[in-house]
């Protein structure tokens, strides 16, 4: 088994999960690993690590749970993939199959391994009704194996694509967003950036609820405080913003973006959601773009709007039950799933 020890790793799993880590990549950033894991093959084409194809039959439609079945003959590899190092970045769209089957089973490997492990979950366009299932499952099973999880809507990353873009831009809009929203948080501290560093995201995100994170962008006269009302908007429309307990604002604009302005950002967030007790990191990065980003990613929450998506948690509520039976529903639900 290989060892090689690094600080940051980040894998992708899955079609989106591997595009924004390869994005992800092209930034500066405190991840100096890249492991990628799919069974599709095509979605290595922009890799910076080591790729893992879980062989799958082509001939029928996978779920869940047999992507995990298959992906245990790749099992050694993913472990030793995982194995090495402080911290383990696990980033998958949740809905399909691969994302939704291996972004826990992995977690928790690397969780196993010993390194403080954080989810990165994109949660399925409200209109991917089918997938919404194995999404709810998946996260709150992400939950269970990692020490965080940071929750990213697919919804909220559209705000800036035009009505009429096609799947694949929006897809490409989505995945820039994100890249940007994750990269601010991960990224070097240099010239242009100024960034919370890795211990203040690891104090925001490792708790016990989930972690969401907001974006969105102004060009306005008023671009800190418009931009970050955005972002807190796309919190609420997945949690009691006010139930957030911490929180890191992230700005990223031009030079003519001042100290001023961002310390008014970061004073103004406890009004905004009404919970002045928040306790607030933030930083900044500069770009030459004039319109100012703000990405918020906000923690503590003990309930989202995901939780609807999760019939085993709809029916048991909050009660804990063991992994077996977990399993039993979680499979026995996914197998009722009607096919297209
Ligand atoms: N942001 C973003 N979302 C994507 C992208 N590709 C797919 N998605 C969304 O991510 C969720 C999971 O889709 P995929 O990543 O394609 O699924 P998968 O993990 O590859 O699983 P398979 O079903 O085996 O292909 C769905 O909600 C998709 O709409 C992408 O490039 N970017
Ligand atoms: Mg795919």
Redesign the pocket.
């Known amino acids: 088994m290989h060892e090689q020890f690094s600080e940051v790793t980040a894998v992708g ?5 591997s ?2 880590v390869s994005l992800l990549g092209k930034q500066s950033l405190l991840v100096d690993r890249f492991v990628y894991l ?3 093959k095509e ?1 290595f084409t922009g890799s910076l690590g080591e790729n893992i194809l879980v062989e799958s039959p082509v001939d029928q439609k ?1 779920t869940p749970s047999m ?1 995990r079945g298959l992906a245990g003959r790749s099992s050694e590899r993913i472990r030793a993939a995982v194995s090495g190092s402080k911290v383990v970045f696990v980033i ?9 089957g291996l972004a826990p089973l992995v977690a928790g490997m690397a969780q196993e391994a010993g390194a403080i492990t954080v989810g990165v979950a ?4 409200d209109y ?1 009704k089918k ?1 919404k299932f194995y ?1 709810g499952v998946s996260l709150r099973r992400l939950r269970q194996a990692a020490r965080g999880v940071i929750v990213v809507d ?1 919804d909220t ?1 559209l705000n800036s694509s035009p009505d009429n873009a096609t799947l694949t831009r929006l ?2 809009s ?2 820039g967003e ?1 890249a940007k929203a994750l990269g601010a948080l991960l990224s070097r501290p240099s010239d242009a950036s100024l960034p919370p560093g890795l211990n203040k995201l690891l104090g925001t995100v490792l708790q016990d609820g989930y972690s969401l994170l907001g974006v969105a962008s102004s060009g306005s006269a008023d671009k800190a405080e418009e931009a970050l009302a955005g972002a807190v908007v796309s919190i609420s429309k997945l949690a009691e913003a006010k139930e957030a307990n911490r929180a890191i604002v992230m700005l990223s604009g031009n030079g003519t973006l001042s100290g001023n302005e961002v310390g008014m950002a970061v004073r103004r967030l406890g009004s905004m959601i009404s919970n002045q007790t928040v306790d607030i990191e933030y930083g900044a990065t500069y770009s030459g773009s004039s319109q100012l980003q703000v990405s918020l990613l906000a923690s503590g929450f003990r309930s989202t709007k995901y939780d609807d998506y999760d019939p085993v948690r709809k029916v048991l509520g909050d009660r804990t039950i063991d992994d077996e039976t977990d399993s039993f529903l979680s499979e026995g639900l996914e197998s009722l799933q009607p096919c297209d």
């Open positions: 799993i899955g079609s989106a999960g595009r924004i799919s069974c599709d979605d996978l992507v998958a769209g949740l809905g399909g199959a691969t994302g939704s994109v949660m399925p366009f991917e997938l999404a697919n990353l897809y490409e989505a995945n994100a």
